[in-house]
């Protein structure tokens, strides 16, 4: 299984074509099937990554275009793996627990292409694969989002694909430029993201080709003031599509910025420290409390999920192991817990058509099990210990503690407004009386739900008691990154910025 | 006494001239079958036609560079680039006639025999640097381009190839001013002999105004050919008024002759560093691909905002032809053999769903709403257009996007990174027309109550569409050995 990374990216993209043929009453299963395998693949790749080394591993190689240095060229490290295992298990689970009836077939097609592309997302190491994923993944999700959304779905699918394919054309020129750099000093070119670690720019050109970058992942993140595509993309998607959109798209956002900006920029990272930490501040603190005047259901995870990507910045520029480990963890966290309350949501709405909080009230009573799933995942989802969301949140806020103390103790607040916005969902949505009496009918999860949101809750206490499996081989490879930053920065405050030696595994 | 000139065979070099023999010829033999007898249908025109191309093709394809005929002929790496976009383009063209409905123009051998002249034109126009023989390509293509628009026979057609030949004829003067002045200044029409006079005299203080007045003459002559900024207002009109495949045609065919030509003229002085003409030409670039990208935002027909589009682009590729480097150089040939197989594949999509009549609105073949809710009438037709549209939009991995890559790449090489920008942001505008296409096809209901909207549809022009999308779907397998080849035979012309 030497291929296995060309394996996990086009087995989507192949079964996906084939899925065309199938019929459209069996196309779910099929769907299902086709994830589920793919799961497995990933879960393989998992069993034989090493977690002991640091290095890229599993690397493939071909020409594309030769004498302009464009490859096919994808790898897979500490970093990348897990997003790849929580893409394609978001992906599966997505796809049991969907319930769309109209179109499926298109549907599951659409699932299995944008699989790919996000796939490829993670895997390319080489700048021009990276973004041909990059700018194709938006192109199913348009799709979703637009044929399957409520009703200001068209408005919704194209904002959000003018919005990032805007800030990509942007990252694009970066990319451009770094590859003429590239050939200008070497006589060679080179898309390889790997070839670009060897080059060290001055401060002006690290400056403006972070810039260049950040355009880019910012709008995907979203990063405050950037965000507004986002409330409507997932107001309007299908559940579906929310959960992908939570769950991974927009941590291609975040994974860019360890992937590229922080080796790349070392220098324009750290001084771009302070800007970014007050922007992801301004996003934890005022989206969560955008998040409580929110009436409806879906718009406070929307919300929330922007806050919690302010977390996942702070932490990639606290420049230290604890920090970036702890972000990457929280990629994940907030990968499954936010892709499960939007599946949550989607429970209630397929039985009563409504996501306003007002309109429910008294649910525990009714629906003990959904009430009993929400709230784990509530609990997750403000941090609570033990629960995969308090590790790296706590990783994160310990390493940016180093930064600035006056910045963290601002950044944990975001666990007691969490706490504030979240519960008070819970009690107008589950406790108190059955204000409404047409609630009364509704049916708790049935087999199919349960099946889908068991090995989420078995994630969501696994890993929040025992992290270290995943935490590892992240960690490796993020120490690995840093003390290579640490070599390449040019300036003094740089230097003393990034902290290579202390690992997270001590701090815990 | 003038001294008789001693000329053998050897040295008219007649392979050279080779490729526009054979199109000549051939449109002349087919008005000679024409004579014999008529009423023949048009499939033996169209396969007639193709052969003759094919023979071309393999005419160009055995051509070493070199010079010939009285020295007027010079078939460079540039001309053989060009002559085979402009045959492989008309290749995929001609079959378009093959239609499942009669249309008027296509039962003419005419049609088929200017058409055949108008390539050689082009053929002439592209491999040649005296400014005479350019002017005289230049116009053998027009007049022959303007008659087949007229043919099509619809009112519209006639104000099309009217409005295309005004503006055609006011673009022929201010080249021949252009030429004139040249020629004053530099005692040449040998655009060699009048880079070398340039050289020497164009640093001299008097001579600026002059030097840059005849660029800006000729500039003003190609802005019209390349419907560029504000030189443009020609383009919609007449692309809505020809037929689809013949405005498709048109997008690319005249405008990559123009381009050879361009590219010869203006980088005699872009390598002069005149720079004033250099800032001309990047600020009509850049206009014109904002302006008409603006513009294509508020069409209500497709074939109007594909039209406004074929501007933008043209004004993107020009662009690039202000970096005057290789690279840029070749980025214009590169840019549009990708370009010209999802713009004719898109064309040809309209003409496939062409009625006889205005079925769908009092002014427009294609609006927008004649292709609502595609996705479930004709869900193959959804997609191919859908993937013509993304691959217009610039989205990997289709063919355009390598096109948009290699020249914003040499944008940045050249030392514009603004210009890089704005290309990139110009691009991200265009998404949003594009995708309103999209949008519609896809995600709206069905506006009329129809089982088919491709009345015109038959096995060639399914083909036609089935090469076009297999090249736009592929063309990162192939992106490469395009590449190498044209950018060797670009820069082996010196450029």
Do not use: C
């Not at chain 1, 929110?294 to 919300?303: L, T």
């Not at chain 1, 059955?434 to 989420?456: A, H, Q």
């Not at chain 2, 008409?292 to 508020?298: D, G, K, R, T, W």
Request: charged share 10%; proline share 3%; no cysteine.
């Amino acid at each position: 299984m030497s291929f296995i990374l060309s394996i996990l990216i086009f087995f989507p993209l192949i079964a996906g074509m084939l899925g065309f043929i199938v019929d459209k009453g069996s196309a779910r299963v099929y769907g299902i099937s086709i994830a589920a395998i793919e799961f497995l693949l990933s879960l393989w790749l998992w069993m034989n990554f090493d977690a002991n080394s640091a290095a890229i591993q599993f690397i493939e190689f071909m020409p594309i275009v030769k004498d302009f240095g464009i490859n096919y060229y994808v790898g897979v490290d500490g970093i990348s793996l897990f997003l790849v295992v929580m893409t394609t298990l978001m992906t599966l689970i997505g796809m049991v627990s969907m319930t769309i009836k109209n179109e499926i077939k298109n549907m599951v097609v659409t699932i299995l292409f944008l699989e790919m592309t996000m796939v490829g997302v993670f895997l390319a190491l080489d700048a021009i694969v990276f973004y041909f994923f990059w700018e194709l993944s938006l192109v199913p999700m348009l799709y979703i989002i637009g044929a399957w959304g409520g009703p200001l779905r068209v408005y919704a699918s194209i904002k959000f694909f003018l919005y990032t394919f805007s800030g990509s054309l942007i990252m694009l020129v970066g990319m451009l430029f770094v590859a003429y750099k590239f050939h200008e000093i070497t006589g060679v070119w080179s898309f390889a993201i790997t070839d670009w670690y060897a080059l060290k720019f001055d401060l002006n050109y690290q400056f403006w080709l972070f810039l260049a970058f950040f355009v880019g992942f910012a709008i995907k993140v979203p990063m405050f003031p950037f965000h507004t595509w986002l409330p409507y993309a997932h107001g309007q998607a299908p559940t579906i599509g929310s959960v992908i959109l939570a769950a991974v798209l927009l941590k291609m956002g975040t994974y860019g910025f360890v992937r590229f900006s922080l080796p790349m920029f070392p220098d324009a990272s750290v001084m771009m420290i302070l800007p970014i930490a007050i922007i992801s501040i301004i996003m934890i603190i005022y989206t969560a409390m955008v998040a409580y005047a929110q009436e409806d259901m879906k718009q406070v995870i929307a919300y929330s999920s922007v806050s919690h990507m302010g977390i996942i910045m702070l932490g990639i520029f606290a420049m230290n192991s604890q920090g970036i480990s702890g972000s990457i963890f929280q990629m994940l966290s907030h990968g499954i817990v936010s892709g499960a309350l939007f599946m949550l949501v989607g429970v209630i709405y397929d039985r009563t058509h409504t996501k306003i909080m007002s309109n429910f009230g008294g649910l525990a009573t009714i629906m003990p099990k959904y009430a009993l799933v929400f709230g784990i995942m509530l609990m997750a989802s403000v941090g609570l210990p033990l629960t995969i969301g308090f590790v790296g949140e706590f990783l994160v806020l310990i390493g940016f503690y180093k930064v600035s103390p006056v910045l963290t103790i601002l950044a944990g607040t975001s666990i007691i407004v969490g706490a504030i916005y979240m519960l008070a969902l819970y009690k107008k949505s589950f406790f108190g009386a059955i204000t409404n009496e047409e609630n009364k009918k509704l049916k708790d999860l049935d087999s199919r739900e349960i099946v889908s949101f068991i090995p989420l809750v078995a994630i969501v206490i696994w890993l929040g008691v025992y992290p270290k499996p995943v935490l590892t081989p992240i960690d490796n490879s993020v120490q690995a990154m840093l003390s290579f930053m640490k070599e390449k920065a040019i300036t003094p405050e740089a230097k003393n910025m990034i902290v290579a030696t202390q690992t997270a595994k001590e701090a815990k | 006494m003038v001294t008789p000139i001693q000329v053998t065979v050897q040295e008219l070099n007649l392979p050279l001239l080779a490729p526009m023999l054979i199109a000549i010829a051939g449109g002349l033999g087919i008005l000679v079958i024409d004579l014999f007898k008529s009423n023949l249908d048009k499939s033996l025109y169209v396969m007639l036609s193709m052969i003759i191309l094919f023979a071309d093709l393999l005419a160009v394809a055995g051509i070493t560079p070199n010079r010939g005929f009285f020295d007027l002929m010079l078939v460079d790496g540039v001309s053989i680039v060009s002559q085979f976009l402009v045959i492989v383009a008309s290749m995929l063209f001609i079959p378009l006639a093959l239609t499942s409905k009669r249309f008027h123009e296509f039962s003419y051998p005419e049609f088929f025999a200017l058409f055949l002249f108008m390539v050689a034109g082009f053929q002439f126009m592209v491999s040649t640097d005296n400014l005479i023989l350019i002017f005289v390509g230049i116009e053998t293509a027009s007049l022959a381009l303007y008659t087949l628009i007229a043919m099509h026979n619809r009112s519209n057609s006639f104000e099309a190839a009217i409005k295309y030949f005004t503006m055609g004829a006011l673009a022929a003067g201010f080249y021949a001013m252009g030429s004139a002045v040249i020629y004053a200044t530099t005692g040449s029409i040998e655009l060699w002999q009048i880079k070398e006079a340039l050289s020497i005299s164009s640093s001299t203080g008097s001579m600026v105004l002059a030097v840059t007045g005849g660029a800006v003459l000729l500039l003003v002559a190609f802005a019209f050919k390349l419907s560029l900024f504000p030189f443009h207002t020609w383009a919609p009109d007449v692309y809505e008024g020809a037929s689809a495949p013949l405005a498709g045609y048109m997008s690319i065919v005249p405008k990559v002759a123009a381009f050879a030509v361009a590219l010869r003229i203006f980088n005699i002085y872009i390598d002069l560093g005149v720079e004033s003409v250099r800032t001309i030409i990047l600020v009509l670039a850049v206009v014109t691909m904002t302006l008409a990208n603006m513009m294509a935002l508020v069409q209500e027909d497709v074939k109007r905002m594909l039209a406004y589009s074929s501007i933008s682009h043209a004004g993107f590729v020009m662009a690039a032809l202000a970096l005057g480097t290789t690279k840029g150089n070749a980025g214009v040939f590169i840019y549009y053999a990708l370009f010209m197989f999802t713009n004719l594949g898109a064309f040809t999509m309209l003409w496939i769903s062409r009625h006889k009549k205005l079925m769908y609105s009092d002014r427009y073949d294609h609006p927008y709403e004649k292709f609502a809710g595609l996705i479930k009438i004709m869900p193959m037709g959804a997609v191919v257009m859908a993937l013509f549209m993304l691959s217009l939009a610039g989205v990997p991995p289709f063919s355009v996007f390598w096109g948009k890559l290699f020249i914003m790449s040499a944008a940045v090489d050249a030392g514009y990174i603004k210009l890089a920008i704005i290309m990139g942001l110009n691009s991200a505008i265009a998404a949003y027309y594009y995708l309103k296409l999209v949008v519609y096809m896809f995600l709206k209901e069905p506006v009329f109550n129809t089982d088919t909207i491709y009345y015109n549809i038959s096995k060639p022009l399914m083909v036609i569409v089935g090469i076009a999308l297999v090249a736009t779907v592929t063309s990162v397998f192939f992106f490469d050995v395009l590449l190498t080849y044209i950018y060797a035979l670009v820069s082996a012309s010196g450029f």
